[in-house]
């Protein structure tokens, strides 16, 4: 069984790493006569430990709201293929430092009730992993499909991939298979991207050839999702009408 997560030295950890970084290049910035080029890559180096510190932030929030305020999922009718579009952008400089080029096929869907903090973020967790566990100058589709009611978002990089054995445990917290573990991490993206998906009442699956790459796929029911929203509509209706009858 796996160990349960404490949370207080994850966000000690997460947060404190980026900003030890973002300290020590400054400090660089300060010291020395560096080239534009060079101040271009700490500028860029430093964004993106900002951006680090701000997801970690985020995940905390979104974990909480989960746990806590699971009935309030904020529910918005969303065009998946605009909130794919919108995590490939955002992760677009990562994978540019790697030559990684995203490929999107898109289906046109029908929009769906959606909380889009949640998706986007389980989303853009299998899309970081894409992007780290695959070699340079490779490709990674992203596809979307809908099939009797349910939405498929498909993930499929060419990486290092894994064996039944690691695919087994990688949504378990803290786990990191032992090959790839010199790339920073902490083995807890996939354990917050399938407990996001389970709020959805949806799920993730995940096929994998060891040196050949992984795909992951997103399922989203859409009749669960618009049964979700129209439980919480009325309970919005129905706590209206108890203000009015005050
Ligand atoms: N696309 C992938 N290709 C190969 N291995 C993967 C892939 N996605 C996940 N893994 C393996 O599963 C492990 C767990 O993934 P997870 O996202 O939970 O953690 P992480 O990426 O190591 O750290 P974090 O997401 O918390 O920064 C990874 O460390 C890696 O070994
Ligand atoms: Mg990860």
């Known amino acids: 069984m796996s160990e349960p997560v404490d949370w207080t030295n994850w966000l000690n950890h997460e947060l404190k790493t980026p900003l030890n970084r973002m300290e020590s290049l400054i400090l660089s910035l300060k010291k020395s006569k560096l080239s534009g080029f060079s101040e271009q890559k700490i500028m860029m180096s430093l964004m993106s430990s900002l951006e680090e510190c701000r997801s970690t932030i985020d995940s905390l929030f979104l974990f909480n709201k989960i746990q806590v305020d699971n009935i309030h999922l904020k529910l918005n009718h969303y065009d998946i293929n605009t909130l794919v579009t919108q995590v490939c952008q955002d992760l677009d400089l990562v994978a540019e430092a790697k030559h990684v080029k995203f490929i999107i096929e898109a289906e046109p869907l029908f929009l769906i009730p959606l909380d889009e903090q ?14 780290k566990f695959s070699p340079n100058d490779s490709k990674i589709l992203i596809s979307t499909e809908s099939i009797n009611r349910k939405f498929y978002i498909q993930v499929a990089d060419q990486g290092v991939g894994m064996d039944e054995n690691e695919l087994n445990k990688i949504f378990d917290p803290y786990y990191r298979v032992e090959q790839s573990s010199y790339i920073p991490g902490t083995g807890l993206g996939l354990f917050i991207a399938k407990s996001f998906m389970k709020s959805l009442n949806g799920r993730i699956s995940v096929d994998s050839v060891k040196g050949a790459g992984t795909t992951f796929t997103m399922i989203l029911d859409v009749d669960a999702l618009e049964k979700i929203n129209q439980l919480n509509e009325e309970k919005i209706d129905s706590s209206l009408k108890g203000e009015h009858a005050l």
Do not use: E, Q
């Open 118 to 131: 949640l998706f986007k973020r389980a989303l853009s967790n299998i899309i970081t992993n894409a992007v």
